[in-house]
Each structure stands twice: as structure tokens, then as C-alpha cells.
């Protein structure tokens, strides 16, 4: 499985809006858990947001209210609708799906940066 990560990382002012998405080659399962991380520099890798099985959602305690995850199966496609985003949100973000069976595939990063 490979994914494909669409235009919507880049600059933003903070309190403004950002969408990023990702297409897979392969429709997305039910089953599927599909996650939104992130990586600032010097700082190890984060769990943003996730859609586990039965279509479960968690957030990370510092996006709630502010970042919305979601996906279309059918279309293959995940997304993360992050708003009044912060400085602190700065870093690159990075779609991941593991399957039911426990194979585990990471998109290439896109950057977002949150600054006047």
C-alpha cells in the first residue's frame, strides 16, 4: 500500500485553517485504522488523531476542539481538518494506516508551519 498525500501542508497564520489529506492505492477497510501524526524538529514523533475499528475517534489532548479526522473509505482517502491552529502545531505531519492484519504504512511528511 502507498500513499499519496495531496496540497494543504504549507505556511499558515496562526489561528487560521489548514486541510490535509492522503489517498491510498487501495480503498480503506473498515478495519483499517488510519492515524494522523506529526514530528517537530528536534522532538520525536506524536500521535495527533486516530479512526480505529468500528470507526472509533481519539485526539491527542493538545488538538481537541481544534483538529477534526476523518476519511472516505471508498474513495481511499484520509483527512485532517486542523483550525485556529497554533505555533505550536508547526512540524511535519504524516498519514499512517495499519491494517487488521498488522501491516503498517506511513505516508511521506508534508510540512506545516504556523507563523506570522
Known amino acids: 500500500l502507498r500513499f499519496s498525500c495531496r496540497l494543504g501542508g504549507g505556511l499558515v497564520q496562526p489561528g487560521g485553517s489548514l486541510r490535509l489529506s492522503c489517498v491510498a492505492s487501495r480503498s480503506i477497510f473498515s478495519n483499517d485504522a488510519t492515524v494522523w501524526y506529526r514530528q517537530a524538529p528536534g522532538k520525536e514523533r506524536e500521535w495527533v488523531a486516530g479512526?480505529?475499528?468500528?470507526?472509533?475517534?481519539t485526539y491527542t489532548d493538545s488538538v481537541k476542539g481544534r483538529f477534526t479526522i476523518s476519511r472516505d473509505n471508498a474513495k481511499a482517502t484520509m483527512f485532517l481538518q486542523m483550525n485556529s491552529l497554533k505555533p505550536e502545531d508547526t512540524a511535519v505531519y504524516y498519514c499512517?494506516?495499519?491494517?487488521?492484519?498488522?501491516?503498517?504504512?506511513w505516508g511521506k511528511g508534508t510540512q506545516v508551519t504556523v507563523s506570522s
Open positions: 499512517n494506516l495499519v491494517s487488521y492484519s498488522g501491516m503498517n504504512y
Open positions: 479512526i480505529v475499528s468500528a470507526g472509533y475517534i
